[in-house]
């Protein structure tokens, strides 16, 4: 008998915190495919020329950034596969790029996620955008000498 209450426990709980997700991802996808048909996002790269500048990354790869940074990983990853297809990216963006993106990604979603279960926003979203910056801004002063050995 108790591990069926266990079970049934288990089941309304793990529901109770999907709905909670879902109540969190669905709104903010909806979001984001609005600011794309708009060209928001458009917008707010060119904003974001500056950073470029200071990771060391071409104004070309400020689009992926942002798609990566505000989309997450799957999303940036498509829009880095076909920026590099088109030849709009080099070896050293794409690597930064994805050193960047690796230790902070999916803004957003991530972050809502983790306080609707009690974490401090403000506080993860400092760390990894800081985390993020100084990594990859150290990366880009010495990747030259790794890329030309390849």
Do not use: Q
Not at 28 to 34: A, Q
Not at 42 to 51: E, H, Q
């Amino acid at each position: 008998m108790d591990i069926i209450l266990f079970i049934k426990e288990g089941c309304s709980e793990s529901l109770v915190s999907i709905i909670t997700i879902a109540k969190i991802v669905i709104p903010l996808m909806i979001g984001i495919e609005i600011l794309k048909d708009f060209n928001i996002l458009d917008k707010v790269s060119s904003f974001l020329n500056p950073l470029a500048k200071f990771l060391g990354i071409s104004k070309e790869s400020t689009l992926p950034l942002v798609i990566g940074l505000v989309l997450g990983l799957f999303y940036g990853a498509g829009v880095i596969i076909e920026s590099a297809k088109e030849g709009e990216l080099s070896k050293k963006d794409l690597y930064l790029l994805m050193i960047f993106l690796v230790a902070c990604h999916s803004i957003f979603e991530d972050i809502l996620l983790f306080v609707a279960i009690g974490a401090n926003g403000w506080l993860l979203l400092s760390v990894r955008l800081v985390t993020a910056i100084i990594l990859t801004s150290l990366v880009s002063k010495h990747i030259d000498k790794v890329l030309s050995v390849d």
